[in-house]
């Protein structure tokens, strides 16, 4: 009979998973409380254990070897999927519900938290929990029970609902707007454009609804998360093509003024993506939630 294999402790494992994030063992330490030495001393119980090393010495970091990537990129799902089911337990043994959230880290800072709640607060008895995720995942592995989606209609496992389409416009602050006399589209051009490094089409996109215009639109600052681009755009750092449900609190207060919508043609939409398998009543209650929400988005422009 084959003989199972012990398993390290949780605390070796997250010492791992965090030295593997971080590739370093002081940054691990000080995410988790513990010295540089305790961590590195946790790091060689595993890598004995399995056998291999798992980082190797490069000046004075380090840098995980394909062992260690291997195990790395398994292990944080798992401890997440662990973590996942020990709150849901933790859940079942009281008269608290959990629902597990997976959501855009944008959509979920600038849009969805601001409304939760409201959500929460009509179900006292409701925990919620909450990650960050940029790409689709297994959102049945991952012990997921609602997430949100951006993209094309296509999410293998997933059960995908559509919300809403993503309505995008050009927007800069007040004063740099008076700065450059910008009164019509043709004026936008006159300023600096700010470019999102994930969707450096959009200018293009927008150039081409604008007759006569040949400006080179590639030139300008460059940004690789909406919230930094966003907040460049209030500090007048130049016009953004922001989506509308990123920028309703600055659109509302005047830190930005929306000066003309982007269509960009991908057909790509909002939608909330949930398991096959039949959905607990707090899931359900969620779906039929957030879909009201969307009416209330900054008018289309």
Not at 4 to 19: G, H, N, Q, Y
Request: hydrophobic share 40%.
């Amino acid at each position: 009979m084959k003989r199972d294999i012990p398993l390290p402790s949780v605390s070796v494992l997250r010492c791992f998973e965090a030295a593997a994030k971080h590739q370093s063992f002081t940054a691990a330490a000080e995410e988790l409380g513990l010295t540089q030495s305790g961590v590195s001393r946790q790091v060689k119980e595993l890598e004995d254990q399995i056998g291999a090393a798992l980082f190797r010495r490069e000046g004075r970091g380090i840098r995980l070897t394909q062992a260690g990537r291997s195990l790395g990129d398994s292990l944080a799902s798992d401890l997440t999927r662990l973590r996942a089911t020990i709150s849901q337990a933790v859940a079942a043994g009281s008269t608290q519900e959990m629902l597990t959230i997976g959501v855009l880290p944008a959509f979920g800072e600038r849009w969805l938290v601001p409304r939760l709640g409201e959500f929460k607060a009509k179900r006292q008895n409701l925990d919620l929990m909450l990650y960050s995720r940029s790409e689709p995942f297994d959102i049945a592995e991952q012990g997921i029970d609602v997430a949100i989606h951006f993209g094309a209609n296509d999410w293998p496992g997933a059960k995908l609902t559509p919300l809403c389409p993503e309505d995008l416009i050009v927007a800069a602050a007040p004063t740099l707007i008076e700065e450059h006399r910008v009164s019509n589209r043709e004026d936008i051009f006159r300023m600096p454009l700010l470019h999102l490094t994930t969707r450096p089409h959009l200018w293009s996109v927008f150039r081409k609804s604008v007759p006569g215009s040949e400006e080179r639109i590639q030139m300008g600052s460059y940004f690789d998360q909406f919230p930094l681009i966003i907040s460049a755009a209030v500090n007048g750092m130049g016009a953004a093509i922001l989506p509308t449900y990123l920028v309703e609190a600055e659109i509302t207060s005047g830190a930005l003024k929306q000066l003309a919508p982007v269509k960009d043609g991908s057909g790509h939409n909002y939608y909330v993506a949930t398991p096959a398998a039949k959905l607990s009543p707090a899931a359900t209650d969620f779906v039929n939630w957030i879909k009201t929400q969307v009416s209330r988005r900054v008018p289309r422009p």
